[in-house]
Nanobody
Framework: QVQLVESGGGSVQAGGSLRLACAVY????????MGWFRQYPGNVREGVAR????????DYTHSVTGRFTISRDNNNNTLFLQMNSLKPEDTAMYYC????????????????????WGQGTQVTVSS
């Protein structure tokens, strides 16, 4: 049983910062793709940032490049998303996700490729 638990969401004013955390529990080992996704009401989840735990490669969607940073604490098996210079358009439900990547494939932003998901945490940015 694998469980992902997000925390750190909240409400901030535009220009502010938030740090999301995703604790990973259970039997999930080896090389992984791990990522953060967000979902606007009525829309599908879209990829925000991903990390390949084997190579350390980081990928970001264009709209957050330079503002958001994905990182991982290997000791505690926790994934983070540092979000700076937040904008109202960043308002969404944020989810962390993980999936095995044993062959070192590029970590896609396609949500259907991820096996494990957290329950989500709301981020609200006011203007």
């Amino acid at each position: 049983q694998v469980q992902l638990v997000e925390s750190g969401g909240g409400s901030v004013q535009a220009g502010g910062s938030l740090r999301l955390a995703c604790a990973v529990y259970g039997d999930i080992k080896g090389r992984l793709c791990m990522g953060w996704f967000r979902q606007y009401p009525g829309n599908v989840r879209e990829g925000v940032a991903r990390i390949d735990t084997g190579s350390g490669r980081l990928d970001y969607t264009h709209s957050v490049t330079g503002r958001f940073t994905i990182s991982r604490d290997n000791n505690n098996n926790t994934l983070f998303l540092q979000m700076n210079s937040l904008k109202p358009e960043d308002t969404a439900m944020y989810y962390c996700a993980a999936t095995p990547n044993p062959y070192g494939a590029w970590c896609s932003s396609e949500r259907t490729l991820y096996n494990y998901w957290g329950q989500g945490t709301q981020v609200t940015v006011s203007s």
